[in-house]
């Protein structure tokens, strides 16, 4: 899982607790946020305080974390680092250090950066066939969902906290999810998945864990968002689109069918 590559419910409450509340908001909502899935139950925000996962980081590491106090300002470094086109995965730690990710490496960067500034560390796996999967770090302000990703496309990067579900938010990534035969080929997508979960592996710095990270990716449920007609019928990203996508693209890192 690399290239245009969640969510363990093991605590619950009512559905008047919304899935996706910062860990600094308290306050429940009144309503249940829709997640776009029948029976999608909200999970138990974290009252304890979240460990640091930064402690014992440099100064300079911590200047740089600091200063990415907005989802664009998240958005706008990984936009400066290089696309890697390497199997291996890298840590939040080992981004900063190399300045270098693909869409796991900076979902997974962006999940700790939002965590930071209050949110839950959530990512998200975008499916696709005879393609990369896509993985997205995924944030909920006003009510609504937005998103912040690493790729080597133009096209499927960030996104504003303006989608009322998540499959609403996933479907915002279809038309420009493309391979280079022009074909689409977004096809279904994963429960998010709270990365609070494997605090106890240092996952904001350890290179390993993120091997067990992709391992639950794996294991979670998925949603289709295609039937097995309407994936027949789908036509060609036109020229234009295609052309406009793969703006500054890395051959390198692309997948081949």
């Known amino acids: ?11 619950f409450q009512s559905p008047t607790m919304s899935l996706f509340s910062q860990e600094r908001d308290i306050r ?29 980081w440099t100064l300079s590491e911590l200047r740089l974390l600091s200063s990415l ?7 706008a470094f990984l936009d400066t680092l290089e696309y890697s086109a390497e199997s291996r995965y890298r840590s939040p730690r080992s981004v900063l250090r190399d300045r270098m990710a693909h869409c796991y490496d900076g979902a997974v960067f962006a999940a700790m950066a939002l965590r930071r500034l209050g949110y839950l560390p959530l ?9 990369d999967d896509h993985v997205i770090a995924i944030f909920k302000r006003h009510g609504r969902f937005g998103a912040i990703a690493k790729s080597n496309f133009v096209g499927i990067r960030y ?19 493309y391979n280079i035969d022009y074909e689409k080929t977004l096809r279904q997508y994963t429960r998010p998945l709270n ?28 949603y ?3 039937t097995a007609a309407m994936a027949r019928s789908l036509s060609p990203v036109d ?8 703006l500054g693209v890395k051959r390198a890192g692309l997948y081949k069918p």
């Open 1 to 11: 899982m690399h290239g245009d590559l969640v969510f363990l419910m093991t605590n």
């Open 28 to 56: 429940p909502m009144k309503n249940s946020f829709q997640t776009g899935h029948p029976k999608f139950k909200a999970m138990k925000r974290n009252k304890k305080r979240s460990p640091d996962p930064s402690v014992g």
């Open 69 to 75: 106090s907005s989802t664009d300002k998240i958005q």
């Open 123 to 131: 990512i998200v796996d975008i499916d696709a066939v005879r393609d």
């Open 159 to 177: 996104r504003e906290p303006v989608y009322i579900s998540l499959r609403e938010l996933v479907m915002s990534y279809f038309e420009s999810f």
């Open 195 to 222: 990365l609070s979960t494997f605090d106890a592996l240092n996952w904001t710095s350890s290179d390993a864990a993120l091997d067990a990270i992709a391992d639950k990716l794996n294991d979670i449920r998925v």
């Open 224 to 226: 289709k968002i295609l």
């Open 239 to 246: 020229k234009r689109t295609y052309d406009a996508g793969m």
